[in-house]
């Protein structure tokens, strides 16, 4: 079977999925117990996998690329030397699969499976499947970073960058984005070993890439330069390099305030977001009156984000509340202050009613500081120190 061009998948094999809304995916209709599979049905199933992955049905693409491959395990068996890069595929979007579901050890052994046949794919025909050894590469690297082996994870990352920089050298305008996303990747495996000075420099890299892509086509990589900031936000403000980080959220705010003109339902959390992380880091540097406009700000858009798909932003609306009360007491305002720390212990408490652990600690810091604003009110005192985020 020929080799389908690399690029051609680039968008769903080197970014995580996401929901696709609407997305129709049919039943698998072959099973294991129907005797040998055709090409046809093999193939269906690996494009409903990858649709269902797309969809954000990651246990459903997983029970169908498991059928998948023994689809094509059988074909292979049958015919040696036509079907491999199907599996191999095949086997890539099982790992994908359990990766998204927080099971990346169980993603380690057909990512790595489907390398090997992608590497004797790649002794037989070099010049046909050297970029799809890239991206199998790079899904066995975050199989690996996701299940705690980042030494051997960095490892077959750095191996997938010399590819894709070779590759880059023959054919830039289809590597230069593989290669972007590669390294924030490797940023990302830095980051969870505990290295945040080398994530956060492999990161500035990836951005610079992303940046030189979205000058020349802002249209198709404004989005990626957005993220690849917030991912580099991220390293920041774990490094508590807090003006960098505050630099940084703001690009990305800029970013995507131009891409909320264009398509506002698509990009209005993401905004809220960089909002509520520029926030925090202006906040950090001790800077409410700067802070107390975009707080404002990524207040008024989870509120509308909550109105229109509650229970998704609950959780975000509860953590700006309170950030707008801590820089509106730290700016002197101490009775807005009071109202927005009560509203925010009472959107923490009904998040309580249905995951208790996961916002206990939030919630007690929030009860403890509107209380301890309530007492000083009461008492006549004057502003606090700078309260403590939950």
């Not at 005797?35 to 049905?41: C, D, K, L, R, S």
């Not at 000075?197 to 802002?218: C, I, N, T």
């Not at 198709?220 to 959220?249: F, V």
């Not at 970013?255 to 993401?270: C, S």
């Amino acid at each position: 079977m020929a080799a389908l061009p690399s690029i051609l998948f680039v968008a769903r094999l080197m970014s995580a999925p996401g929901p696709m809304a609407g997305a129709r995916v049919e039943p698998v209709l072959w099973a294991p117990e129907d005797g040998p599979a055709t090409y046809p049905e093999a193939s269906a199933m690996l494009e409903r996998a990858g649709d269902l992955l797309d969809a954000g049905r990651h246990a459903e693409a997983q029970a169908v690329a498991e059928t998948a491959v023994t689809a094509w395990e059988r074909l292979v068996r049958a015919h040696p030397g036509s079907y491999e890069w199907g599996l191999a595929e095949t086997l890539r979007q099982l790992a994908i699969a359990r990766g998204l579901q927080d099971e990346h050890q169980a993603g380690v052994a057909p990512a790595g499976r489907a390398v090997e046949l992608i590497r004797d794919l790649v002794r037989q025909h070099p010049d046909g499947y050297s970029g799809d050894l890239v991206i199998a590469l790079n899904t066995y690297a975050n199989q690996l970073g996701g299940s705690g082996h980042s030494a051997e994870a960095l490892r077959v990352n750095g191996e997938a960058l010399v590819l894709v920089r070779r590759l880059s050298r023959e054919a830039p305008a289809d590597y230069a984005p593989i290669e972007a996303r590669l390294l924030l990747n490797r940023a990302e495996i830095l980051h969870d070993s505990g290295e945040e000075s080398a994530a956060v420099k492999v990161a500035r890299e990836g951005v610079r890439r992303y940046e030189a892509l979205a000058a020349g086509d802002p249209d198709l990589y404004r989005p990626y330069l957005a993220g690849a900031l917030g991912e580099l936000g991220t390293y920041l403000r774990a490094g508590e390099l807090w003006k960098s980080a505050a630099e940084t959220s703001s690009r990305e705010v800029a970013v995507l305030r131009l891409l909320v003109t264009g398509a506002p339902d698509l990009y209005r959390g993401d905004l809220a977001m960089a909002l509520l992380h520029h926030d925090a880091a202006l906040g950090a540097r001790n800077r409410p009156a700067e802070a107390l406009p975009v707080i404002s700000e990524a207040t008024g858009l989870f509120r509308t984000l909550v109105r229109e798909e509650p229970g998704v932003y609950d959780r975000q609306l509860a953590i700006a509340t309170y950030q707008y009360a801590t820089r509106l007491e730290a700016t002197g305002r101490l009775q807005e202050a009071l109202a927005l720390y009560g509203e925010s212990v009472g959107l923490y408490r009904r998040l309580a009613e249905t995951d208790p652990e996961e916002v206990a600690d939030e919630l007690a810091a929030a009860e403890t500081t509107h209380a301890d604003l309530v007492r000083r009110l009461r008492e006549g005192g004057g502003a606090a120190p700078h309260a403590t985020a939950p």
